[in-house]
Nanobody
Framework: EVQVAESGGGMVQPGGSLRLSCQAS????????MAWIRQPPGKEREFVAA????????LYSDSVKGRFTISRDNTKNTVELQMDALRPEDTAVYYC?????????WGQGTQVTVSL
């Protein structure tokens, strides 16, 4: 089992940047595929980005491709999401998710608000 906790959310103006961080503890972090999922206000959760256990090829939703970058450091048990060129529609609670094929673990989420 692994525990994850997000940090780095906040309020930013359109066009600005934020960097989210997810700190993991518990079982071997390097065995988990990691993802960022977000839930905009009044909407369902949606996929943002994912990175495999070995830091290989990352996947992005079409809405964030070219603006967001996911990365991980297995020596520090962290995964980060660099968000650039933020738009009002990026406003959401952002969740860190860890999966090992059998189980899925979630953090409490961090709020990102993009507004003038």
């Amino acid at each position: 089992e692994v525990q994850v906790a997000e940090s780095g959310g906040g309020m930013v103006q359109p066009g600005g940047s934020l960097r989210l961080s997810c700190q993991a503890s518990g079982d071997a972090f390097s065995g988990y595929h990691m993802a960022w999922i977000r839930q905009p206000p009044g909407k369902e959760r949606e996929f943002v980005a994912a990175i495999p256990w070995d830091g290989g090829v990352a996947l992005y939703s079409d809405s964030v491709k070219g603006r967001f970058t996911i990365s991980r450091d297995n020596t520090k048990n962290t995964v980060e999401l660099q968000m650039d060129a933020l738009r009002p529609e990026d406003t959401a609670v952002y969740y860190c998710n860890a999966q090992d094929g059998a189980s899925s673990y979630w953090g409490q989420g961090t709020q990102v608000t993009v507004s003038l």
